[in-house]
Structures are given as structure tokens and as C-alpha cells.
């Protein structure tokens, strides 16, 4: 699923829709409104307009395989992965920095988790790196793809819940830095 509509980016960028796109995204499955308010901390109703607000913009689907009204119809992710582009317009950077800040602000959640985790649970997790390197265009775009395949590796691993797996968010970007 590719998002490039400065509207349906800014639509979003919003704490439990990013909640909704991150549970539905990485699960798999359909879960109602009911199910997914319990889980995010909001009302039922507050939830349903979420989703039909994620519904407009084509992030999230109801679930056809299931019967169900309201708080009770299951709801799905459109895809396996939501791909976000913004334009380069006024409106686009603004929707993307929108977005851009409710991302930054589950990563603070998530640090602070991590923190809170017993020490000998936070073994092998990073809260944040960064490395800076000196590559051509072409070196960029390969990082970029060896990223992507190595993730998509992971895609069919994510759904299965056993022993000694955790639910993990994995976040990394490419940019350009600023010349000093």
C-alpha cells in the first residue's frame, strides 16, 4: 500500500491511528473496533471513527470474510506494508513533517519502554543508532534495497508468536546530512 495524498498523510499522522496502522499492520488479522480500543486505550466509538477515517484514505479495509456491525465488524490492514511518499509541495512537507513528528514521538514511547524493562530484558535492543557514511547515488540506493530485502526477510516471521519471540518495532532511516 503506497500513500501519496498530502491529505491522506496528514490523516495519519495522528497517535491511535499510528497506533491502529501499527497493530493491524504487523498482526495480520482482523480485529474489531471493540478489540483494538481495548488495546489502545480508547473508547469503542472513538475507535470506529478512526478506522473510517483510515478507511477514506485506503489504509485499513473491513474485513469481508467476517460478519459483524459497528464495534463488532473486524477490520484489516489494505496490505502488508504501508509505503509513504510525500510530494514536494508545501502541503506535502508539512503532512510528511506531521507524520514525521507523531512517528517521533512512538519512538519516545517505545525508548522509554525499554527503559522501564527490567535489565536483563533490554539485553540485544538499541534504542538508537547512527552511523554516517560518504556513498554515491548508486551506493545509496543499494543500502536502501539491501534494508528493504533484509526487513522483508522478516515479514513472514513477524506473524508467529512462540517461545522466546518479541514484538519488536524496527525503525531506520536514509537521509542526507548536512555538510559541515
Given at each position: ?5 498530502a ?6 499522522a495522528?497517535?491511535a ?13 482482523a ?5 483494538l480500543?481495548?488495546r ?50 508545501a ?12 512517528m ?15 535489565q ?39 506473524l508467529?508468536?512462540g517461545?522466546?519471540r ?15
Open positions: 500500500m503506497l500513500l501519496t495524498d491529505r491522506a498523510i496528514r490523516a495519519i495522528h497517535e491511528r499510528q497506533q491502529v496502522i501499527n497493530i493491524l499492520y504487523a498482526e495480520q488479522q480485529l474489531t473496533a471493540t478489540q480500543a481495548q489502545t486505550a480508547l473508547s469503542p466509538s472513538a475507535m470506529s471513527y478512526h478506522l473510517r477515517a483510515l478507511e477514506k484514505w485506503g489504509v485499513v479495509v473491513r474485513d469481508a470474510a467476517a460478519e459483524g456491525d459497528g464495534r463488532n465488524r473486524p477490520w484489516r490492514a489494505a496490505g502488508k506494508v504501508l509505503e509513504i511518499k510525500a510530494g514536494h509541495g502541503g506535502d512537507a508539512a503532512a510528511a513533517d506531521a507524520l514525521f513528528e507523531s517521533l514521538d512512538d519512538h519516545r514511547l517505545r525508548i522509554r519502554h525499554l527503559r522501564n524493562l527490567p536483563d530484558e533490554q539485553e540485544g535492543y538499541t534504542s538508537m543508532g547512527v552511523s554516517t557514511y560518504w556513498l554515491t547515488s548508486d551506493e545509496i540506493a543499494e543500502l536502501r534495497h539491501t534494508l528493504d530485502e533484509l526487513l522483508r526477510s522478516y515479514r513472514d516471521r513477524r508467529a508468536r517461545e522466546g518479541r514484538r519488536v518495532a524496527v525503525t531506520y532511516s536514509v537521509l542526507p546530512a548536512p555538510e559541515s
